[in-house]
């Protein structure tokens, strides 16, 4: 990193600091008595009919069911009569910094617009956001130890993993342009270079990678067999995990036989083979299946769950989009290859889960100008479900699954021990996966996301600065 870029960051970490409000990692003192709401645990379980649970500092004490759990002398009482309580979500596959909401660039990869990002994942229930492969290393390491340490506002929390890429090869187009400017993609040509790079990252103590091992149809440098299998094989070596970008059939298999831990991605433009079915049983990887974000969005309906965080400009801008490109949000016609895709879909979906792969939630937002943080999960769980998941299946792979993943042995479900991350919806999602969006509340570490002070920022500033 350049001495300036560093200055830069440090300053505006200074001066975040100065209007920190509280610690997000340890919530209210008091104990809280939640209690009558049909609580999802997220482990698959059913669900608790009138259920309760007591909370408190910042962390469930007990759960079960009304009456059953007793709350310690004094604890205040929070009546959820009717409502549904779920774990919040974990997306282990976002592109956070670039968005500006005017423009989309490297220069607007500063803390303030990362915590912002977070702010509006958190907004919308996801308490945990990893970014894969374009966030600048030395700068995220910092945001994370001075998150961890209390330094900002509650927001969903960050977590991230380098990139890794054959020399101008690696992200999309415009993502590459961005990632290039703040020199984040690690560029390796050979083994020994991926195993340096590799080892460096482990010993800052960064769990997991990410390789782009696409040609993106010929257009751009593929990583070769003997760079990915370097990569796996040292990341191994260090108890990291390995999240594989690959789009074709034969990639698919050969990251899956070489190791790779996550897919990222769908097969779309073929139908898979039994020689992958077989190859999946034997792995079961786990799949951050990215669906959601080719589809037309939520603004295109006129849906306020989408567009409430979204500035007014950016919602005209997408609704006057007619024509469809593939870096842009628009409410055209589909395209042309709409129903095709559709078709793969429906094929392959239900072949990767029944083979064993352990779906993730990952939703590939921000890597495109005008796509808001934290609403694409909503749109990828009713995806899944669309595509055969139950309700309680596509909840799980948004909780309880990443948690294992990312190795987050505190969250992802609802259980005496766990971190209070809960969403309190006004309708059950076991009925309808959509009801995930009638968000009533959001807590984080037991404290109440105050979702409406974050409505106020963003149509005061009208951007995302
Ligand atoms: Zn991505």
């Not at 009482?77 to 005017?102: C, F, Q, S, W």
């Not at 991605?265 to 077989?278: I, N, T």
């Not at 951050?288 to 589809?295: N, P, Q």
Request: proline share 7%; glycine share 8%.
């Amino acid at each position: 990193m350049r001495p300036l870029k560093m200055l830069v960051w440090s300053v505006a970490i200074a001066s975040m600091a100065s209007m920190v409000v509280s610690s997000q990692s340890r919530g209210p003192a008091g104990a809280v008595l939640y209690e009558g709401a049909r609580v999802i645990a997220g482990d698959g379980s059913a669900p608790i009919e009138g259920g309760a649970f007591v909370v408190q500092n910042g962390r469930i004490s007990a759960i079960g069911r009304q009456g059953d759990v007793k709350a310690p002398a004094g604890a205040a009482r929070v009546d959820l009569a009717g409502k549904t309580v779920m774990p919040a979500l974990i997306n282990v596959h976002v592109h956070i910094g670039y968005e500006g909401y005017t423009t989309w660039r490297a220069e607007n990869h500063t803390p303030q617009n990362v915590l912002d990002h977070l702010q509006r994942e958190a907004f919308y229930g996801t308490a945990v956001t990893q970014s894969a492969g374009s966030s600048p290393t030395a700068m995220s390491l910092q945001f994370q130890r001075d998150q961890q340490a209390g330094k900002f506002p509650p927001a969903s929390r960050f977590f991230f993993m380098p990139g890794m890429a054959p020399p101008n090869g690696g992200p999309d187009h415009i993502l590459l342009v961005a990632t290039t400017a703040l020199h984040v993609v690690n560029e390796v040509s050979t083994a020994p270079e991926a195993r340096a790079a590799v080892q460096k990252m482990a010993a800052q103590k960064i769990p997991a990678v990410k390789i782009w091992v696409d040609d993106r149809r010929g257009t751009y440098p593929k990583m070769t067999p003997e760079v990915y299998n370097a990569i796996i094989d040292e990341a191994h070596k260090h108890q990291m995990i390995v999240h594989a970008h690959a789009t074709t059939l034969a990639d698919q298999k050969a990251v899956v036989r070489a190791g790779a831990d996550v897919l990222v991605h769908l097969v779309q433009g073929e139908k898979l083979d039994d020689e992958y079915l077989a190859l999946l049983k034997e792995k079961k990887p786990y799949w951050a299946t990215v669906i959601g974000l080719g589809d037309p969005i939520g603004v295109c309906e006129n849906d306020p769950f989408f567009e409430v965080a979204l500035p007014p400009k950016v919602v005209a801008t997408i609704r006057a989009t007619v024509e469809r490109r593939p870096l842009e949000p628009s409410c055209g016609p589909p395209s042309p290859n709409a129903a095709r895709r559709e078709e793969m879909l429906a094929y392959n979906f239900p072949r990767m889960i029944a083979s064993g792969a352990r779906i993730v939630l990952g939703t590939d937002t921000g890597i495109q100008p005008g796509h808001t943080f934290g609403s694409g999960e909503h749109v990828e769980l009713a995806r899944w479900v669309q595509l055969g998941l139950t309700p309680s299946e596509a909840i799980v792979a948004a909780t309880r699954r990443p948690a294992e993943l990312m190795g987050l042995k505190d969250m992802g479900t609802l259980a005496a021990g766990k971190r209070a991350d809960f969403l309190v919806l006004d309708a059950n999602p076991l009925e309808n996966i959509r009801n995930t969006r009638k968000i009533s509340s959001v807590y984080l570490d037991g404290a109440k996301f105050d979702r409406d002070a974050m409505l106020a920022k963003w149509k005061k500033t009208d951007t995302s600065q």
